[in-house]
């Protein structure tokens, strides 16, 4: 059965007051066996801290100080049979008996420390010390010790202690750098510190608290690990000074995050080069000028000696499309580019004196070019931020390849007439010819205009279909390719209407160019739509003489009238145009 020690102890009061209100004689001594008197007087129970009580062999209570009123109802009331059989232990050896109790009570269990002393005529002095406090002291000791051995074993952290001549002397038990902890106990931490010099006192030795330093420790495989220090310092009093013993601290290893903010770096200066790569070829209006732009922007963003950009032209065939720096001793660069594959590695070489590094350029996973740069083979390797950033700069090239592709695509669609793949009229007239005309008419060389008709071509289409047609015009295509020379330019100026530009050539040679022409479109009668009507050809020329200062619409007109006055002379045949009028301005 348990008692509540509170509501007994009230008890105990309320008896102790009610016995102190009448004349009973309570501070009697009580008489032993022997008929002998022992006076024990209140004081004396009084001046005992705890509980003190008087009490009989059997545990009745004599007396009580004011501290043992408690125990004197638990005893009265039976409660605690481990301290009557105490009593009884000490009545039979005559000697002290001593035992902890345990209480329960609402607020949990009280220890009590219980002493039993014979002190004759059969009565026994009992003296009770409340351990409670100190029992859960003790155990909230002993919990804090083992949370804090606990959270040192399981921390990532690394705990240590040096001596005073800086040796560790502990180390938490998962120890560091990969050693053991035995391994680094008695070894100078110092010692693994790198570059020691660089601090003014290096943390594992400071006689000052010390937080969040930060320093680079070797490791046991070689490599080095990034730690924060905080430490503080020990001292003993010697003589009324404080003498330093050692210090004592903890690390945290930040060897992960500080990578992670290099990488971190290293790719924001990667996005700043590719940035700026990016930015100069955009800020090309000329597509053609883009790469010349990109391989400058490039070379100089990486610090490099030269930076090449190839476009293929063919598969496995690959043309210098731009170039930046110092190309001496590169020859041969572009060998190994024809065994690249889009999204392959970067390839990296020696040519001659030059470090080099290569990559594909693709667009849709189509290799369309390369890209590569050099260095001095004195220089250090290609690390891989060069490798990751000509790899995103080939990206954007690929791109920008394509570009240009198309741009050159559109640029010969509008430039050529889309059947023969002969140049147009906007382009003969207006880009061909006055840029050639500026050219002879520095050189002082004469030209000549051919203006070239089908004579009867509406005939083929009306008897024999346009498919028919098609095939007149191929025919005479080729026969004006094979009649000029690599100088010269052809021009289709819509349906059987075609322009030769003849460079460079004199009036006799012109004249004889122009007969062998007429002869040789005789071969054109097959497409004929009616014999007495034969395909042929009328020709007007015009010859161009730079000391004429004549204008280039003006030999144009001239060259289609003398073409027009075959026609009504009855075709088939050539005319040369009459020289133009002087001109005096």
Same mark, same amino acid.
């Given at each position: 059965? @348990?008692?509540? $020690?509170?509501? +007994?102890?009230?008890?105990?009061?309320?008896?102790?007051?009610?016995?102190?209100?009448?004349?009973?004689?309570?501070?009697?001594?009580?008489?032993?066996?022997?008929?002998?008197?022992?006076?024990?007087?209140?004081?004396?129970?009084?001046?005992?801290?705890?509980?003190? &009580?008087?009490?009989?062999?059997?545990?009745? #209570?004599?007396?009580?100080?004011?501290?043992?009123?408690? @125990?004197?109802?638990?005893?009265?009331?039976?409660?605690?049979?481990?301290?009557?059989?105490?009593?009884?232990?000490?009545?039979?050896?005559?000697?002290?008996?001593?035992?902890?109790?345990? +209480?329960?009570?609402?607020?949990?269990?009280?220890?009590?420390?219980?002493?039993? %002393?014979?002190?004759?005529?059969?009565?026994?002095?009992?003296?009770? !010390?409340?351990?409670?406090?100190?029992?859960?002291?003790?155990?909230?000791?002993?919990?804090?010790?083992?949370?804090?051995?606990?959270?040192?074993?399981?921390?990532?952290?690394?705990?240590?202690?040096?001596?005073?001549?800086?040796?560790?002397?502990?180390?938490?038990?998962?120890?560091?750098?990969?050693?053991?902890?035995?391994? &680094? #106990?008695?070894?100078?931490?110092?010692?693994?510190?790198?570059?020691?010099?660089?601090?003014?006192?290096?943390?594992?030795?400071?006689?000052?608290?010390?937080?969040?330093?930060?320093? $680079?420790?070797?490791?046991?495989?070689?490599?080095?690990? *990034?730690?924060?220090?905080? *430490?503080?310092?020990?001292?003993?009093?010697?003589?009324?000074?404080?003498? $330093?013993?050692?210090?004592?601290? #903890? *690390?945290?290893? #930040?060897?992960?995050? !500080?990578?992670?903010?290099?990488?971190?770096?290293?790719?924001?200066?990667?996005?700043?080069? &590719?940035?700026?790569?990016?930015?100069?070829?955009?800020?090309?209006?000329?597509?053609?000028?883009?790469?010349?732009?990109?391989?400058?922007?490039?070379?100089?963003? @990486?610090?490099?000696?030269? *930076?090449?950009?190839?476009?293929?032209? /063919?598969?496995?065939?690959?043309?210098?499309?731009?170039?930046?720096?110092?190309?001496?001793?590169?020859?041969?660069? =572009?060998?190994?580019?024809?065994?690249?594959?889009?999204?392959?590695?970067?390839?990296?070489?020696?040519?001659?004196?030059?470090?080099?590094?290569?990559?594909?350029?693709?667009?849709?996973?189509?290799?369309?070019?390369?890209?590569?740069?050099?260095?001095? =083979? /004195?220089?250090?390797?290609?690390?891989?931020?060069?490798? +990751?950033?000509?790899?995103?700069?080939?990206?954007?090239?690929?791109?920008?390849?394509?570009?240009?592709?198309?741009?050159? !695509?559109?640029?010969?669609? %509008?430039?050529?007439?889309?059947?023969?793949?002969?140049?147009?009229?906007?382009?003969?007239?207006?880009?061909?010819?006055?840029?050639?005309?500026?050219? +002879?008419?520095?050189?002082?060389?004469?030209?000549? &205009?051919?203006?070239?008709?089908?004579?009867?071509?509406?005939l083929v289409n009306d008897i024999h279909g346009h498919q028919r047609g098609d095939d007149a015009i191929m025919f005479l295509r080729d026969m004006l390719v094979h009649f000029s020379r690599p100088g010269d330019v052809i021009a289709r100026l819509g349906g059987d209407e075609f322009a030769m530009w003849l460079d460079g050539i004199t009036p006799a040679v012109t004249e004889k160019r122009a007969e062998a022409l007429i002869e040789a479109s005789s071969d054109m009668h097959q497409f004929s739509g009616n014999d007495d009507?034969?395909?042929?050809?009328?020709?007007?020329?015009?010859?161009?003489?730079?000391?004429?200062?004549?204008?280039?619409?003006?030999?144009?007109?001239?060259?289609?009238?003398?073409?027009?006055?075959?026609?009504?002379?009855?075709?088939?045949?050539?005319?040369?145009?009459?020289?133009?009028?002087?001109?005096?301005?």
């Open positions: 059965m @348990l008692f509540d $020690w509170e509501q +007994l102890l009230k008890m105990a009061k309320k008896k102790s007051a009610e016995a102190s209100s009448t004349d009973a004689m309570e501070n009697q001594p009580g008489a032993s066996g022997d008929g002998q008197v022992h006076d024990v007087s209140e004081g004396y129970l009084e001046g005992y801290p705890g509980a003190a &009580l008087m009490v009989t062999a059997d545990g009745s #209570v004599i007396r009580s100080n004011a501290k043992g009123a408690g @125990l004197e109802a638990l005893l009265a009331h039976q409660a605690i049979p481990e301290i009557i059989e105490l009593v009884k232990t000490a009545a039979s050896t005559e000697a002290v008996a001593s035992e902890t109790v345990a +209480l329960q009570s609402s607020k949990g269990e009280i220890a009590l420390q219980v002493t039993v %002393s014979p002190i004759g005529a059969g009565q026994f002095l009992m003296l009770a !010390r409340d351990l409670t406090m100190e029992r859960n002291l003790r155990t909230a000791l002993v919990d804090s010790r083992q949370r804090y051995k606990d959270l040192v074993e399981v921390s990532s952290d690394f705990s240590w202690e040096v001596s005073k001549d800086g040796a560790f002397v502990f180390v938490s038990p998962k120890g560091a750098f990969g050693y053991t902890a035995e391994e &680094l #106990v008695d070894t100078a931490a110092a010692d693994l510190v790198v570059d020691p010099d660089e601090y003014a006192t290096v943390p594992f030795v400071s006689q000052r608290p010390v937080e969040n330093v930060e320093l $680079w420790m070797k490791c046991k495989d070689g490599s080095t690990a *990034c730690l924060v220090v905080s *430490c503080v310092p020990l001292f003993d009093d010697a003589e009324g000074a404080q003498e $330093w013993r050692g210090t004592r601290g #903890v *690390c945290r290893d #930040v060897t992960d995050e !500080r990578e992670s903010e290099a990488a971190l770096g290293r790719a924001r200066h990667r996005e700043q080069v &590719l940035n700026y790569i990016i930015s100069t070829i955009r800020d090309e209006l000329e597509p053609l000028n883009m790469l010349t732009a990109a391989a400058g922007a490039t070379a100089r963003a @990486l610090g490099v000696a030269g *930076c090449s950009i190839y476009r293929q032209k /063919e598969p496995g065939e690959f043309m210098v499309a731009a170039e930046y720096g110092n190309t001496a001793g590169l020859d041969g660069l =572009d060998t190994s580019f024809a065994e690249m594959e889009a999204g392959g590695e970067v390839a990296t070489g020696k040519v001659g004196s030059w470090q080099t590094m290569a990559a594909p350029t693709s667009y849709r996973q189509t290799v369309n070019g390369a890209l590569a740069m050099w260095q001095h =083979d /004195e220089g250090e390797p290609w690390d891989d931020d060069y490798k +990751l950033l000509i790899n995103d700069v080939a990206n954007q090239l690929g791109i920008a390849n394509e570009q240009i592709s198309n741009h050159e !695509r559109i640029v010969a669609l %509008s430039r050529t007439d889309s059947m023969t793949g002969l140049l147009n009229r906007r382009a003969f007239f207006e880009e061909e010819l006055p840029r050639r005309l500026s050219r +002879l008419s520095r050189n002082r060389m004469t030209a000549a &205009l051919f203006y070239v008709d089908m004579d009867n071509f509406k009507r034969p395909l042929g050809l009328s020709v007007g020329i015009a010859l161009y003489d730079p000391d004429s200062k004549e204008s280039l619409e003006d030999m144009i007109a001239r060259a289609d009238a003398a073409m027009y006055s075959v026609k009504n002379a009855g075709k088939g045949g050539f005319s040369v145009a009459p020289p133009p009028e002087p001109n005096d301005s």
